[in-house]
């Protein structure tokens, strides 16, 4: 059984920067690909990014392109999500999780496909 552990969360000011770390223990053989999802007070979770971890292709939702950047260590089974830019919005719970299917072709922030999720860890943007 895979476990996944948040770190790097915390209370940033707007334009600053933040990088989450998330990492797996245990059998890993089944995972393709792991992402960063995110929950908002009162939102519904949403999907932040995703990196297949066969070809490395990565896939980000609008509001973080361009800003945010996700990478792995497969040596230490790790997925990273580099924060920069931050803005007010960006505050909530992220969560790491991992699917066994590669997300291509597919929608990758469907959370059903994930299979197993981090506890998370709370990132906050404010003055």
């Known amino acids: 059984q895979v476990q996944l552990v948040e770190s790097g969360g915390g209370l940033v000011q707007p334009g600053g920067s933040l990088r989450l770390s998330c990492a797996a223990s245990g059998s890993i053989v089944s995972i393709n690909a792991m992402g960063w999802f995110r929950q908002a007070p009162g939102k519904e979770r949403e999907g932040v990014a995703c990196i297949s971890t066969s070809d490395g292709t990565t896939y980000y939702a609008d509001p973080v392109k361009g800003r945010f950047t996700i990478s792995t260590d497969l040596e230490k089974i790790t997925v990273y999500l580099q924060m920069n830019s931050l803005k007010v919005e960006d505050s909530g719970v992220y969560y790491c999780?991992?699917?066994?299917?590669?997300?291509?072709?597919?929608?990758?922030?469907?959370?059903?496909?994930?299979?197993?999720w981090g506890q998370g860890t709370q990132v906050t943007v404010s003055s």
């Open positions: 999780a991992v699917r066994p299917r590669d997300p291509r072709g597919s929608d990758w922030s469907r959370e059903d496909e994930y299979t197993i």
